[in-house]
């Protein structure tokens, strides 16, 4: 249903809602019109319902049954009205009816998960609520014992004063109720008030021109109304049974209970009935007064609680912990450990928050275990812990948390390796919290740069790099926003990609430098860290691609034969469901083939199956984009990654290609039969010696890269060198069938020579 009409059934609902009080006014008002009106009401009621049913198709099976129970109470009403009386079969239909509705309520309530532990407040939220009922049950059950009072009435009056209780503690303990489920709560209302009236004459429904009648009116059109407004789908769900109010909110909707006690004593001196003992209504007020005082002050306590501490892990916050630092009799010989989790926002985007704060939890226990009694453990945010211990500590704990981090964690089905570093600032007398923090923050970032999962303590002289990672930082964003010319240039390099059988260079792999004003020529170690860090790799993943394809339509420009040429991308960029378009738009604003264009994955990022990734390298592949898998041997994959993803080849990692040296050819014959088997190319990284490139060929590894063969070349030397002539190479080309891409080459002269696998 489209906003438009939600927002004009909304309308709807409020307009017959006008109405229903209205209609609830006048019968008040003409006697006559009161029984009749129970009747029309009812089936107005019943109507509205299914109507809503066939308008919203709600998922619970719960508003069909409250139309059952609702047709019940409408039966009985007809025959109220045509008898002048209440009958056994009024009675059967009441209680029916009653029945049902208690059945739909019960099955709404089993559907929320139950609360594990039992909080003081809950229990104080149900004794205050509690002494109330008893109390007015109590006086309804004292004025009922008298001569020729029904029995039934006492009964039937009791229950409806523990459901008005019920209703109560709902209201007051849920929040975020839509405008269908406070409908509801005031039709229930009504229904127990009307059901209590009746009762109490001795009757299970009321007859022919009593005003309670009106009541009987009111009660079935503000169950329609309820049914007719768009948030209806969502008024029985577990979700809306489940959202609890804060403590504070709720003890305010408690406080008016504290009135019942007088009112039930001046009710009882009013009508004249027998009342309870004198000292019943004061005492009973005095305990409701008591409870409230305590619900308060535990309120109060558990406000100051979260205002102090995170509320997932439940460990002290960043106030909490300025809050013991600041109470410590000094600050000497105190020391501060700030944790960073590595990788965590992968598992977040790879998982789900929901196992992501699953980790965190897990990551806490380890950390309280490695702390013992010996210091504070807080959580700054995010994946950010701090321990704030004893200097003669410090080392220690780090030592022993870094150490549990060896053993993997187990999260539901998952099993999860994370890493961590840890950066340590010492006290000194009149050090402030927040000086502490900056210095463990230096320390962090330091330990971070050398490669993670160890701990540093902090020295002055690391201020220098921290300056000049932030400096690195500034001029990154500015470079690749291109805000600014003097922050130098990002320059790609060129790796030829080869033939091992033939020696020909059948492609190559854009590597991206950056060429800055004061430090030269920086290789990727020195700011794709940076980069990664700081969320910009889908930015520089955008600004290598056009470079790429903007030189490769130069080339095409200039004469010469064009060779496919990999780009890597990131996760970032591949979570862009985007992508696929923007990637074809550019190639075709060029008139570039597709199957010039090979991108590469890489290992270390693992992508779930549910990210926009399968569906962006899909279109890629059927588009003509050869997609590859770099650095494999090193990262995630599973058969299951290679079947879901289009993955053309396989690029070895240089660390499985260097294992060669040692004799370990299994893992590489392995890993080219999987290949054979799967239809795939395999490619080796990092080729040094000729005697790797051998042993490759003897195993069957067709293509390969490395120094043997080149460094990465500048454009101009890349193209003087590994680029022929388009008109020289047609001949060669015609003669020459590699099976290479229908789509490889165009009448620019590209060519695409790698394997589409």
Known sequence: MTSSRMASSARVAWLLLTATVLVAVLTVVEENLRSA???????????????????????????????????????????VHGQGRG???????????????????????????????????????????????????????????????????????????VLIGMLVRFAVARRGLGPSS????????????????????????????????????????????????????????????????????????????VLVPPAVGWVADVSGTRSLPAWAVPVAGAVVAGLCLVRGSDALRLSEHLAEHDPLTDLANRRGLARVFDEAPTSAGSSLLLIDVDEFKQVNDTHGHDIGDALLLRLRDRLLLATGESGLVARLGGDEFVVLTRSDQAAAVAERFLHTLEDPFVVGDLVLRTGASVGIADAGAGTTLAELLTHADVAMYAAKAAGGM????????????????????????????NENQDVGRLEIRYQPLVDLRSGEVVGAEALVRWLHP??????????????????????????????????????????????????????????????ADHVLAALASLDLPTSLLHLEITEHHQLAADTPAVRTLQVLDAAGVLIYL??????????????????????????????LDGGQVQLVAAVNAMA??????????????????????????????????????????????????????????????????????????ADSTVPAG
């Open 518 to 579: 004061e430090m030269g020529l920086l290789a990727p170690d020195a700011f794709l860290g940076l980069v990664s860090s700081n969320r910009l790799d889908a930015e520089l993943d955008a600004a290598v691609l056009r470079d790429v394809l903007t030189q490769m339509a130069r080339w095409r420009d200039q004469g010469l034969r064009v060779l496919p040429i990999s780009v890597n991308l990131t996760r970032d960029s591949l979570d862009d469901p985007r992508l």
């Open 676 to 749: 054979v088997t799967l239809d795939l190319e395999i490619l080796a990284e990092g080729i040094e010696t000729a005697e790797q490139r051998d042993q490759l060929l003897a195993l069957g590894i067709h293509y390969g890269q490395g120094y043997l063969f080149s460094h990465p070349l500048t454009v101009a030397d890349f193209a003087a060198s590994m680029l022929t002539r388009a008109d020289s190479a047609d001949s060669a080309d015609s003669a020459d069938s590699r099976g290479t891409d229908s789509k490889g080459a165009d009448s620019a002269g």
């Open 87 to 161: 009958t056994l079969t009024v009675v059967v239909c009441v209680w029916a009816g009653q029945m049902v509705a208690a059945g739909v309520v019960l099955h709404s309530l089993l559907s929320v998960p139950r609360q594990t532990v039992r909080s003081l407040t809950a229990g104080l939220d149900l004794a205050i609520i509690a002494v109330v009922l008893v109390l007015v049950a109590a006086q309804i059950i004292r004025a009922g014992t008298g001569e020729g009072t029904n029995r039934t009435t006492v009964l039937v009056s009791s229950v409806d004063v």
């Open 630 to 659: 770099d650095d494999y041997g090193t990262g995630y994959t599973s058969l299951e990654y290679l079947n879901r993803f289009p993955i053309r080849m396989l690029k070895l990692d240089r660390s499985v290609v260097t294992s």
């Open 37 to 79: 009106g129970t009747v029309l009401a009812g089936v107005a009621g019943v109507a509205m319902i299914v109507s809503g049913v066939r308008r919203y198709r709600p998922a619970a099976a719960s508003w069909p049954w409250l139309a059952v129970a609702l047709t019940l109470w409408t039966v009985a009403a007809a025959l």
């Open 182 to 257: 406070r409908l509801l709560l005031v039709a229930a209302f009504v229904a127990i008030v009307y059901d209590l009236s009746s009762a109490l004459q001795g009757r299970r429904m009321s007859l022919p021109g009593e005003a309670s009648q009106a009541l009987g009116v009111l009660m079935p059109l503000l169950f329609g109304t309820a049914a007719l407004h768009p948030s209806m789908t969502g008024a029985f769900g577990a979700e809306t049974f489940a959202r609890r109010r804060p403590p504070s909110t709720a003890l305010l909707g408690l406080l008016p209970l």
């Open 454 to 481: 160890q701990a540093l303590a902090f020295q002055a002289d690391m201020r220098i790099e921290v300056a000049r990672r932030f400096t690195l930082t500034s001029q990154i964003r500015q470079l690749l926003g």
